[in-house]
């Protein structure tokens, strides 16, 4: 570091353009977080020309970066895919091909494209994006560019695609966040909606209902957690009232949705709807943690169960002594490795 007379420490200039650097981008921060997405992108911009100057191409990129997500949050496309474009080429030739700061602008470019309503073009960069992370074992950025990759294939109506995607997600969500972590839910949601829009209606049946299986609890879930039942819920609904013709099975599935949705959502506006064309809306248990029947096949040996609260079951008819009907309530006991035990209400 250079030394005036006497031994005093002189800053020289890329220390002070340092400084001002971080100082340009710490403001551009607090801007995008007020939302103030054109003086944060103003001031990206700043600070991506000093970092030009003084030859700092990495901050260069990490600057263009964040100046598209501000155009972004803005909502201009056009101009954010623009930044992002640049940041990846110097980050390309900086740091060659395969590198985290590469993935990262491959997916920003992916999620920029697919807001642009281009769902081909977002695949290439986002399966780019995903293998680099997956390089460097960086298992929370793989899992959040798989999702907009999942996204992307069943948007591209490369439903069967889409649906190995989210398996994969909700496997590595879980292993990170545990069965119940909104990475691992959010996969579940998109895979069942995958696999019914593939045509797969067997396999988004038994995706929703291990959804509310893994979902189950006692009392009144969080916010989130009650949301995503209701979507399992709604799913389930639509499975028995499109797939299947079971107007009452879909009913109950409605019901459920309508009691877990938060007001003045569209998940409690379609299972309104949705239960409006079922006829006659079912009677819902006073106590929320109980199990409704819900499907009594004939001549079959199984019947299905299910709680608001989370959980539905195939149930053996050996486990009750005698007939089963729809709309019967019971209690269910559950321990691991051990037989169902059930018992009427």
């Known amino acids: 570091m250079p030394r005036a007379a006497h031994g005093v420490v002189v800053k020289s200039s890329t220390d002070a353009r340092r400084l001002r650097y971080d100082r340009i981008m710490a403001e551009a ?15 990206y911009a700043a600070a991506a020309e000093l970092a030009r100057d003084g030859g700092a191409m990495p901050e260069m990129a990490t600057a263009l970066h964040r100046a598209a997500v501000g155009r972004d949050r803005a909502n201009q496309l056009g101009e954010a895919l623009w930044f992002v474009q640049q940041a990846l080429q110097i980050d390309e030739a900086f740091f060659g091909p395969v590198h985290p700061a590469v993935a990262r602008d491959l997916h920003s470019m992916g999620v920029i494209l697919a807001r642009q309503e281009r769902p081909a073009d977002a695949v290439e960069p986002l399966r780019r994006s995903a293998d680099i992370s997956a390089r460097f074992e960086s298992t929370r950025e793989r899992i959040t560019t798989l999702l907009a990759l999942g996204q992307s294939l069943h ?66 879930p969080p916010p989130g957690i009650a949301l995503a039942l209701a979507q399992a819920w709604q799913g389930l609904g639509t499975l028995a009232l499109r797939g299947r013709g079971d107007a009452v099975d879909a009913a109950w599935m409605f019901s459920f949705a309508l009691s877990l949705a938060p007001e003045d959502h569209p998940v409690r506006d379609a299972a309104r709807v949705s239960l409006s064309q079922c006829g006659t809306a079912p009677s819902m248990p006073d106590d929320s943690t109980l199990f409704v029947v819900v499907v009594v096949p004939e001549d079959a040996d199984r019947f299905d169960v299910a709680s608001p609260m989370g959980g539905r079951f195939t149930l053996a008819r050996a486990v009750l002594d005698g007939p089963v009907s729809v709309g019967q309530t019971m209690r269910l006991e559950m321990a691991p490795n051990q037989p169902v035990q059930v018992q009427r209400v």
């Not at 801007?31 to 001031?43: D, K, P, R, Y």
């Open 29 to 43: 921060d607090h801007h995008l977080q007020q939302g103030a997405f054109e003086s944060a992108v103003n001031h």
């Open 155 to 220: 948007a591209g109506q490369k439903a069967d695609e889409a649906v190995a995607v989210f398996s994969q997600v909700a496997e590595l969500a879980a292993q990170l966040e545990g069965p119940q972590g909104p990475h691992s839910v959010r996969a579940l949601l998109s895979m069942a909606s995958a696999q019914a829009a593939a045509g797969q209606l067997a396999g988004a049946h038994t995706t929703w209902a291990e959804l509310t299986r893994r979902l189950a609890g006692r009392g009144t």
